[in-house]
């Protein structure tokens, strides 16, 4: 079975970074997807600890110092894509990973700025079937993936399921209420999500969230997992 998971976690992990990867390392997924990574000296650790556990395929862009990005660490041998000109202020917010039977985009979306990451996506799927979109899209559907309706982008998760990509976690959970960020007030939100292809839909075994990582105090997202088999 095959497990791609991916991970929010908060500000590049600091002092946490140890503790993170020792989770990674243990749980054991294939494919591992850090948004909020950044390319400074705890970036460095993690891609130190995941390589000596074997993540020897390492997706990273070209942020610089404390900004956030995303990166994929892989134990499976892949082809690494960057994408410097899919937004004009956050070129470095979408990586991904082709695979023999798919490819793997991972992203962090900011949260309530204008961007056209979701343009660049959704122009990608049009090119492309046999894909997996995974990370912190930092929206969702509104007064389903929170009690309220104040998230961005609603709309362009509509226009990506019009293209054939399916809410993973729906598809296993139908309309479970989870959340996997909470404010400070204690309000949920469903930020982080998995998408797929309708071809990889008959392989999908599950697809869930660690809650127990942000419970710990791991980082402020729960970590998602894909389970393909």
């Not at 998971?5 to 946490?16: A, V, Y």
């Not at 993540?55 to 994929?72: E, K, L, M, P």
């Not at 470095?92 to 962090?108: E, I, L, P, W």
């Amino acid at each position: 079975m095959l497990k791609i998971l991916s991970w929010n976690i908060r500000q590049g992990g600091g002092r946490r970074v140890s503790k993170i990867c020792d989770c990674l390392i243990e749980y054991g997924a294939q494919i591992v997807i850090l948004s909020e990574f950044r390319n400074n000296k705890s970036g460095d650790l993690i891609r130190k600890h995941l390589l000596k556990a074997g993540y020897r395929h390492q997706t990273i862009s070209g942020a610089q110092g404390n900004s956030n990005s995303v990166a994929i660490f892989s134990m499976l041998e892949c082809e690494h894509l960057l994408f410097p000109d899919c937004d004009p202020v956050y070129p470095h917010n979408v990586v991904a990973a082709r695979y023999d039977a798919f490819m793997v985009y991972g992203m962090y979306l900011p949260h309530k700025k204008k961007h056209v990451l979701f343009d660049f996506l959704i122009s990608e799927m049009d090119e492309s079937n046999s894909c997996i979109l995974a990370g912190d899209f930092n929206t969702g559907k509104n007064y389903i993936d929170q009690v309220g309706n104040s998230f961005w982008y609603t709309d362009k998760l509509v226009e990506l399921e019009s293209n054939h990509y399916i809410d993973a976690f729906r598809h296993c959970h139908g309309d479970a209420k989870e959340y996997s960020w909470y404010s400070h007030q204690g309000n949920g939100y469903r930020y982080d999500h998995t998408y797929v292809h309708n071809t990889i839909v008959p392989i999908v075994r599950d697809c869930y969230y660690l809650h127990e990582w942000r419970e710990e105090k791991l980082s402020d997202h729960s970590p998602m997992v894909l389970e393909l088999g």
